[in-house]
């Protein structure tokens, strides 16, 4: 029997439309599963999305590492004791572990956490986070420049009176439009150049906490406030192909063995792994994603159930018509194809909408958010996936097949005979 049948394609929608409220309800069973579906992976996308913009564009190949007290005494040393990371241990760092690939050095300044503002330019004061960094840290943490440029190594080779503000700081101590870029302001009493502005990618407390904040020279901070040669904490990469947990631990051993530190001591050095934390979350939404599709199909299966007892109820009732197909020469493959593309048809063309309309939900619910403004610090951008789009319609037809083959088998199995004496 051919597909592309004229005859056999009347006779199909014939079927169908002798009781359109059963074939309705039939319908609806498929196309609320494919539409369940898809909205469902569609917001988890988006809560996907949410997170994943929560860390900007930051290395997920990276570490921070700083110092804490010891608790276990070593070499003479009692425990309690603080200590702090020196240049010279930059320098180890980069001579020894060749897996490193970035490595910026960063320090934090005294400042208005104590109360009081810490800047000042003519009227204006603000009380802000200042930091001493270099080019490198940018690259692990990027982001992005309104207007200037970053700290490059001239400014850490020269310590240069330079620094770059976030967004915030802008807004607070320049009117809107003026260019900051060559302006000054009075940092704690010593005078700085302003060469850039940034706006952080980061969401929630980061992208504040970075925005407000102050970079300059990481040479000059040191110099500026007295601290030496003292580094507050660093911000490591790994290279391609290294695990930054392999290197997380080669760097704290190698600091331990320089700082006279037990090497049992795993309260000694403080850190934080974002490619631990990346994996984690990246685990999470894969597991996310596995349930919505287990939701999905159950529902799914459900409504192709009810398909295929719908068409062991159409074999019942055609089954005199079934019979004479028989008699006048039909094959067991021709009765087989015709229910099975019956079901087919049926299943692809609710599923067709529920997809449909699935998209549509989630592409309105994406521009709704984009015109309202509204936060998306949670939820951003849902969307589907074209492969899972082509996915879903794979298990339609195939859902469809299934759903007619039971019925197919029971047409196969009349008698031509039995059949024509059936009422």
Do not use: C
């Not at 569609?42 to 913009?53: D, F, R, V, W």
């Not at 850190?271 to 894969?286: D, T």
């Amino acid at each position: 029997m051919k597909i592309i049948d004229i005859d056999k394609w009347k006779e199909i929608l014939s079927v169908l439309k002798k009781n359109k409220l059963r074939t309705f309800f039939t319908a609806f069973g498929v196309f609320w599963g494919i539409f369940m579906l898809i909205i469902m992976m569609g917001s988890g996308k988006g809560l996907e999305n949410g997170a994943m913009q929560g860390m900007g564009d930051m290395a997920t190949n990276s570490f921070f590492m700083w110092t804490q007290r010891t608790t276990i005494p070593y070499k003479g040393f009692p425990r309690g004791r603080f200590y702090n990371f020196r240049n010279t241990d930059t320098e180890a760092l980069k001579k020894n572990i060749q897996e490193i690939d970035l490595i910026a050095p960063r320090l934090r300044a005294w400042g208005y956490r104590g109360g009081g503002s810490n800047v000042i330019r003519g009227e204006r004061s603000g009380a802000f986070d200042i930091y001493g960094d270099t080019p490198d840290f940018n690259k692990i943490n990027p982001m992005t420049m309104v207007q200037g440029r970053f700290l490059n190594m001239i400014d850490i080779n020269e310590k240069r009176k330079v620094t770059v503000i976030g967004e915030r700081v802008f807004e607070e101590m320049f009117s809107a439009d003026e260019n900051p870029v060559g302006e000054y302001l009075k940092i704690q009493g010593v005078y700085f150049k302003v060469v850039g502005v940034v706006r952080s990618k980061q969401s929630g407390q980061m992208s504040e906490r970075d925005n407000r904040s102050i970079f300059m020279p990481f040479t000059t901070l040191q110099k500026t406030y007295n601290y030496g040669d003292v580094v507050g904490w660093y911000s490591i990469t790994a290279v391609p192909g290294a695990k930054a947990s392999d290197v997380e631990e080669m760097a704290k051993s190698l600091m331990k063995e320089r700082h006279n530190i037990h090497p049992d001591d795993e309260r000694a050095i403080g850190s934080w792994n974002m490619e631990e934390q990346f994996g984690k979350m990246a685990g999470l939404f894969a597991g996310i994603r596995g349930l919505i599709w287990i939701v999905g199909i159950g529902t799914l299966f459900a409504g192709v159930v009810g398909v295929s007892n719908i068409m062991l109820i159409v074999v019942r009732e055609r089954t005199k018509e079934i019979g004479i197909q028989r008699a006048i020469g039909a094959t067991p493959a021709n009765v087989i194809t015709q229910i099975i593309i019956e079901s087919v048809f049926l299943t692809t063309i609710a599923g067709y909408f529920g997809l449909v309309i699935g998209v549509g939900i989630v592409e309105g619910m994406n521009y709704m958010l984009q015109m309202s403004g509204a936060n998306t610090e949670m939820f951003n951008n849902p969307e589907i996936d074209f492969n899972i789009a082509m996915t879903a319609i794979l298990i339609l037809i195939v859902s469809g097949a299934l759903a007619g083959l039971i019925p197919a088998k029971r047409a196969v199995n009349i008698r031509p005979i039995e059949a024509l004496r059936n009422e």
